[in-house]
């Protein structure tokens, strides 16, 4: 059973895995994001760093940029982000600075995750903004398609 806060959380995520697919597609590690507010996507993203050249191209930081310029403002109260994977320490940055209510991932990331895994940000109570978390949401989904996404890159460089 995922874990899920939300009613709508597994559904929002599914729309999160779509966006992975299409990183996958164009040949980026297969991250997918969903911002949403009100019960309604808002903006979405998945990994371009490679396409567009940008080491800030991430999933999440492409939803958030949509997302300001769709409602003119760099502040996104009253949303909720939905991140295949544990974002980095740059995603979890923006994610405070734009006030973002909530943060639902769903794969760990042991290496450069910064919810939980490597460095726990959420967690400094020094911080003057605090998301609210959750992490797990179709966990075994969101890895398997980083897991599959590697396997066959090794598979093509033997």
Known sequence: MPNVGHPRDAEFMQLALAQAELARMAGEVPVGAVL????EVIASGHNQPIGQ???????EMVALRLAGQKLNNYRLPDTTLYVTLEPC??????IMH???SR???GAKDPKTGCVHSV??????QQLNHHTMVEGGVLEESCAQVLKDFFKERRTQNQ
């Open 36 to 39: 949403v507010m009100n019960d």
């Open 53 to 59: 050249n940008d080491p800030s191209s991430h999933a």
């Open 89 to 94: 320490m740059m995603c979890s940055g923006a």
């Open 98 to 100: 734009a006030r973002v």
């Open 103 to 105: 943060l639902v991932y």
């Open 119 to 124: 460095l726990k940000l959420f967690d400094h």
